[in-house]
């Protein structure tokens, strides 16, 4: 399901600064929630109270405000490699999933966004691990000092396969998450009783947000066993915080259970979606303004502040083409105005 139908006013270039702004924008002003999440997940909290709120309490009395915001700036920075290699992997995928007729079915579709997801996060990984890791200590006794420092140390401590570990759990949890997907999709003309390609954008933004409360509360399991393997190390305090010991994935999930019951499979589900909203509605409107701004620097539109379109402007031309006429156009009237003898 897309967030956005993609814009031929706008350059490839502009798409990735606007969807980097917008994604860098709502991951800052939500880190709280997302700190509240890894925290519970990993096990941190265990033992005290686990509300997003107090969670985020007790975090900035013993380590000061920055602490709510650890590690966004490593999930900030991965945002541009992780969307590239998303967006070039789903352009495979496509053409993979394509018939001779050229068409693409919407189970096809979904896969092909799943698959390039998994793709992106698999190659970026190493950023999503330390990511964790930052989160995870203390920062007035950190045993990481930023991303250089952190990538260094893990892999001159514990080896180039630490900043992989979890990874499995990534490809696992990608079926329960495209399961979600197509089950939201399959049901949306359903919920709104009217066909897809009618739907407004507020009804579109209601879409994505069911769509990832769906898709992440199924492979959220995934999700905590993974940051637990991420947080566990002999080299941390505590062993990273992590509230049970295992030896793999599988006794990762045992563990889990033996000990908390299935339930604390979604420890830190409430944090994750309740950042859901407003982690999109800041998307929404972060893109939306971007857009605005450089479809008024290609000539598409009168103002940044409104959708106003420019008169005499084709909409349907390319920016470069739109470039190419305006110089034209203007060479032209360069002449016109040349004084004959």
Not at 136 to 152: D, I, K
Not at 177 to 194: C, H, P, Q, T
Request: proline share 5%.
């Amino acid at each position: 399901m897309a967030t956005w139908r993609r814009d031929g006013r706008l350059t490839g270039g502009q798409r990735l600064l606007c969807a980097g702004l917008a994604g860098a924008l709502s991951l800052s002003l939500t880190a709280p929630l997302e700190l509240a999440t890894v925290l519970a997940q990993v096990g941190v909290v265990r033992g005290l109270s686990r509300g997003p709120w107090a969670t985020g309490h007790r975090v900035w009395r013993a380590e000061g405000p920055r602490a709510l915001w650890k590690g966004n700036a490593v999930a900030c920075l991965r945002l541009f490699p992780c969307s590239a290699v998303q967006l070039a992997a789903y352009r495979k995928f496509v053409v993979l999933f394509t018939d001779d007729l050229g068409h693409i079915s919407q189970w096809s579709s979904i896969m092909a966004g799943s698959l390039a997801g998994m793709v992106s996060t698999v190659v970026t990984y190493p950023t999503d691990l330390i990511k964790t890791r930052l989160i995870v200590q203390n920062m007035l006794e950190p045993s990481y000092r930023g991303l250089l420092h952190a990538f260094s140390t893990i892999y001159q401590q514990e080896g180039f396969l630490a900043l992989y570990r979890g990874v499995s759990l990534t490809i696992v949890g990608a079926l329960p998450f495209s399961a979600g997907s197509l089950l939201v999709y399959m049901n949306l003309e359903k919920i709104w009783n009217g066909p897809r390609d009618q739907f407004s954008l507020p009804q579109n933004f209601a879409n994505v947000c069911l769509a990832a409360a769906v898709t992440q509360t199924l492979s959220f399991p995934f999700d905590t066993v993974k940051r637990k393997m991420q947080a566990q190390s002999p080299y941390l305090p505590h062993s990273g915080g992590v509230d049970v010991h295992f030896s793999g994935a599988v006794d990762c999930f045992r563990q889990i259970v033996k000990a908390q019951g299935v339930l604390g499979l979604w420890n830190g589900l409430t944090a994750n979606l309740l950042k859901i909203v407003p982690y999109f509605g800041i998307m929404f409107s972060t893109f939306e303004f971007c857009k605005r701004i450089c479809l008024y620097q290609n000539g598409y539109i009168l103002s940044p502040l409104s959708y106003k379109l420019t008169p005499g402007v084709d909409q349907s031309l390319q920016p470069q083409e739109l470039r190419e006429l305006k110089k034209f156009f203007k060479m032209r009237k360069l002449k016109s105005k040349k004084p004959t003898l």
